[in-house]
């Protein structure tokens, strides 16, 4: 199916939009954190994410004794929604609101709804880690620059599920992970990985041992690393010659100091075909990672348009 991506992609400087994604930031968190205090334990917290919608982002349902809800960041109308399945629905504006004001709104939307919850009230994965209570400094949203950065959640989305179908060994799905505000998505070789030192800022080094426990090559996007924001790869535990290996476009590098390879985002952007200049990085830098890690690639991965061949006369 033809699809004009190279108009799809929008341009947002993050130098522009930089207090709106600190607090917007700190907004995720305590919406994640809700979901956190609900839902049981999955493997590599996949059960704290987000997931990108039509709209915006969303817990997706939560359970909650025999009922569920769920919450909703809707950045075309700029709305928290709070939705339950008795049918019961809260809507708060997004507005210039400090993260404190947020973090009380929140809390009441879910004490009116009955849905008692009590969650870690301060960030993690920042420093200094101020209290949601406290944090008055966080106070800006610009509700373009909102929408713009979903924009761009929506077209990194896509393309990661792309690349995601073409693995069928254990894989994460596509998700918004609220520590460090980044989409990701995780495939992992089955082997398990050495211990993770952990030293992530304010997050407990048990965290990150969870988190790592499988040897696993990562990619996503995150409002950093470029202009405009910027795609990552890497690989736990980091196989020899990983950060030597040569990945498409060559406007990518390895970043040492990160440990993760690198592209910035406007470089996707401003390509002829965004999709196919992405889906190369991606695919590059996992073969960076299962070349050099050893992986049972016959095993792993497969033809995500395998069916199609069924389908002709």
């Keep these: 199916m033809a699809h004009d991506s190279a108009g799809a992609w929008p341009r947002l400087r993050v130098e522009d939009w930089s207090p709106t994604r600190d607090t917007l930031h700190m907004w995720t968190q305590i919406v994640g954190k809700v979901r956190l205090a609900h839902e049981p334990l999955l493997n590599h917290w996949w059960q704290v994410t987000l997931y990108v919608t039509p709209r915006g982002l969303s817990t997706s349902a939560i359970p909650y004794g025999s009922d569920v809800f769920d919450i909703a960041f809707d950045f075309i109308d700029?709305?928290?929604?709070?939705?339950?399945?008795?049918?019961?629905?809260?809507?708060?504006?997004?507005?210039?609101?400090?993260?404190?004001?947020?973090?009380?709104?929140?809390?009441?939307?879910?004490?009116?709804?009955?849905?008692?919850?009590?969650?870690?009230?301060?960030?993690?994965?920042?420093?200094?880690?101020?209290?949601?209570?406290?944090?008055?400094?966080?106070?800006?949203?610009?509700?373009?620059?909102?929408?713009?950065?979903?924009?761009?959640?929506?077209?990194?989305?896509?393309?990661?599920?792309?690349?995601?179908?073409?693995?069928?060994?254990?894989?994460?799905?596509?998700?918004?992970?609220?520590?460090?505000?980044?989409?990701?998505?995780?495939?992992?070789?089955?082997?398990?990985?050495?211990?993770?030192?952990?030293?992530?800022?304010?997050c407990g080094d048990w965290v990150m041992i969870e988190g790592y426990s499988h040897e696993l090559s990562s990619c996503g996007f995150w409002p950093g690393g470029g202009a405009e924001g910027g795609f990552y790869a890497y690989a736990y535990p980091e196989p020899d010659g990983f950060a030597?290996?040569?990945?498409?476009?060559?406007?990518?590098?390895?970043?040492?100091?990160?440990?993760?390879?690198?592209?910035?985002?406007?470089?996707?952007?401003?390509?002829?075909?965004?999709?196919?200049?992405?889906?190369?990085?991606?695919?590059?830098?996992?073969?960076?990672?299962?070349?050099?890690?050893?992986?049972?690639?016959a095993a792993l991965e497969a033809d995500p348009d395998r069916w199609q061949a069924q389908s002709r006369p």
């Excluded at 400090?98 to 993690?124: C, D, K, R, W």
């Design 78 to 202: 700029h709305q928290l929604v709070i939705r339950t399945s008795s049918g019961a629905t809260r809507a708060a504006r997004l507005r210039e609101q400090s993260v404190a004001q947020f973090y009380t709104t929140v809390m009441s939307m879910l004490a009116e709804l009955g849905l008692q919850t009590h969650i870690q009230s301060h960030p993690n994965e920042v420093e200094p880690a101020v209290p949601f209570a406290e944090d008055v400094e966080h106070a800006s949203y610009d509700p373009r620059a909102a929408h713009l950065f979903w924009r761009q959640l929506v077209q990194a989305h896509r393309v990661l599920g792309r690349f995601r179908s073409r693995f069928i060994g254990k894989v994460s799905p596509v998700h918004f992970f609220w520590g460090a505000m980044d989409l990701a998505c995780t495939r992992f070789s089955g082997r398990t990985a050495p211990t993770h030192p952990g030293g992530a800022p304010n």
């Design 244 to 297: 030597d290996q040569p990945v498409r476009p060559a406007d990518a590098f390895y970043s040492r100091q990160m440990g993760e390879y690198v592209l910035p985002y406007e470089v996707v952007r401003q390509a002829p075909d965004p999709d196919r200049v992405l889906l190369d990085f991606l695919q590059d830098t996992y073969e960076a990672a299962a070349v050099r890690g050893d992986w049972d690639r």
